[in-house]
């Protein structure tokens, strides 16, 4: 068995491995071919490194709308990171910013420039999925954020009222009643957000259909290659893959929460990976479905700070996430998942039976202003990054890789989302970063499981 990947001390996540076993993977279909491991000699105008979401959609977008062929390098497979095990959520979002925080930190007119391109973000994926025909059972099924303490339903309200009075927005709170009989029961239904925009997903068939539309547009996309080693010859990048090199012009690191500290100075110490780890039960019996009137189709979040996501999936299976342990470790992470478990049954006492079928986690990437960040390294504006999603990448990541494709074709792309396109800022003391983290997790939950301060 490979020893857990952490990225913080990893000098890559491995070679060639296979997609982590999830629902996602189980239920994929056809892995589509990628162009294997990178030959001994490689030239490119353009070199990806990470085939995610950012590093696929950039490819595609620059082999499609510009006629460049990239090359795009991946450690293991096509899909492999968070993009072929996430929950599928595609939402509107810039990290976890609500409207109102937005507002505040920059005000009117610039929270409604960004909050525009989140609504962006959302299209591109449905373009996406519609120009590619990606049957990746996507749905048009709109978000809930749940209130889990009554005390928490006044801020979803007025998250409502301000999206609706400052951006136009047809956001709506639902009380804790028709919440309880329209959607969704349980001990932890104190009312919700609802906003209609968002996608439910197959994140693993959506990757995967990115893969196939980057290749047929022109680029080339190696499984199983690692960059190992990196080093600027002139004004040319070359990179080094277990087989060889390849020889770039520019290059995009796409590689987010998987990110290893080693690969180049203009990303070490800026990004913080946090594990986020999801379970998957059997289908529910009617019964159970009765109990707690689990209807609603929406993706849902709860209004923690350490928040659980969570959906009925079309075999009516609940996937259920939320945040795993600070470090990887085989023994303690099915603790973990029996954890989830129990958090499920608390929401909902009607599913004390129900058991665990699948369950697995992975790499998100927090930054230290927890924006994402799309951008080109300080001295050296042949290297761009988007990088640092804050665990709400699907639609974003999609969006931020065809951005970047407009900023390599020489695009001005800084005033598209002002506040991300601004470089990775280091954390201080970034070697000793799992210290604050621990408290800061201890933190988040004693006040998630109390009325203040909110
Ligand atoms: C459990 C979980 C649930 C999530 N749920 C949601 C959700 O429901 N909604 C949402 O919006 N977001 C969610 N996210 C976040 C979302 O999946 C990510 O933001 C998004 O997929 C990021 O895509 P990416 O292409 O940037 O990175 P990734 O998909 O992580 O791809 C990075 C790739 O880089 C490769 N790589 C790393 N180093 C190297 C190297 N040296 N050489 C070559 N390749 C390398 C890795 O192998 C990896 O495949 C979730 C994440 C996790 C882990």
Redesign the pocket.
């Known amino acids: 068995m490979n020893a857990p990947y952490d990225p913080l001390i990893a000098?890559?996540?491995?070679t060639g491995l296979d997609h982590v076993a999830s629902y996602w993977a189980a239920t994929a279909g056809e892995i589509p071919p990628d162009d294997g491991p990178a030959p001994a000699q490689l030239e490119t105008e353009v070199a990806i490194?990470?085939?995610?979401?950012?590093?696929?959609s950039c490819a595609y977008h620059l082999a499609r709308l510009y006629g460049i062929k990239p090359v795009v390098?991946?450690?293991?497979?096509?899909?492999?990171?968070?993009?072929?095990?996430?929950?599928?959520?595609?939402?509107m979002?810039l990290g976890r910013w609500t409207a109102a925080q937005m507002m505040e930190q920059w005000g009117r007119d610039l929270a409604k420039r960004v909050f525009g391109e989140t609504m962006a973000s959302l299209n591109t994926v449905r373009t996406l999925i519609k120009d590619g025909g990606i049957a990746c059972d996507a749905s048009e099924a709109g978000h809930l954020k749940i209130a889990h303490r009554p005390s928490r339903a006044a801020a979803l309200k007025q998250e409502a009222q301000v999206l609706q009075r400052e951006f136009q927005y047809p956001a709506e709170f639902i009380d804790a009643a028709e919440l309880r009989d329209n959607h969704v029961g349980g001990t932890q239904s104190h009312g919700a957000l609802r906003i209609p925009d968002a996608l439910a997903v197959h994140?693993l068939k959506l990757?995967l259909g990115v893969l196939r539309m980057a290749r047929s547009a022109g680029a080339t996309v190696h499984a199983a290659?690692?960059?190992?080693g990196w080093r600027k010859n002139g004004a040319v990048h070359v990179l080094t893959t277990p087989h060889g090199t390849l020889r770039a012009k520019a290059v995009v690191i796409?590689?987010?929460?998987?990110?290893?500290q080693q690969?180049h100075p203009a990303v070490r110490a800026t990004l913080l990976p946090v594990?986020?780890?999801?379970i998957v039960t059997r289908p529910l019996a009617r019964a159970e479905i009765r109990a707690t009137n689990f209807v609603t189709r929406h993706?849902l979040t709860d209004t923690r700070r350490l928040l659980y996501?969570w959906r009925r999936l079309p075999d009516d299976r609940i996937m259920f996430?939320g945040r795993?342990l600070i470090t990887d470790s085989p023994g303690r992470n099915s603790r973990q998942r029996d954890y989830l478990l129990s958090e499920l049954r608390s929401k909902y006492p009607g599913l004390e039976n129900v058991t665990v079928d699948y369950d697995?986690?992975?790499?998100?990437?927090l930054t230290r202003d927890f924006l994402p960040h799309i951008h080109h390294a300080v001295d050296d504006t042949s290297l761009h990054y988007?990088?640092g999603?804050q665990?709400?990448?699907?639609?974003?990541?999609l969006h931020?890789?065809k951005l970047l494709a407009r900023r390599l074709t020489g695009e001005q792309i800084a005033n598209v989302i002002p506040p991300a396109c601004t470089p990775l800022t280091r954390f201080p003391l970034h070697h000793l970063i799992r210290i604050p983290q621990r408290i800061m997790y201890r933190w988040y939950k004693f006040l998630d499981n109390r009325d203040w301060p909110q």
């Open positions: 000098a890559t996540p491995g490194i990470g085939g995610g979401y950012t590093g696929l390098l991946e450690a293991n497979r096509p899909g492999w990171g968070c993009s072929g095990r996430n929950g599928g959520f595609a939402r979002a994140p990757s290659s690692p960059v190992t796409a590689t987010n929460g998987y990110t290893p690969l594990l986020s780890q999801i993706v996501y996430g795993g697995w986690h992975g790499w998100v990437c988007a990088l999603y665990g709400s990448g699907v639609a974003l990541s931020a890789g």
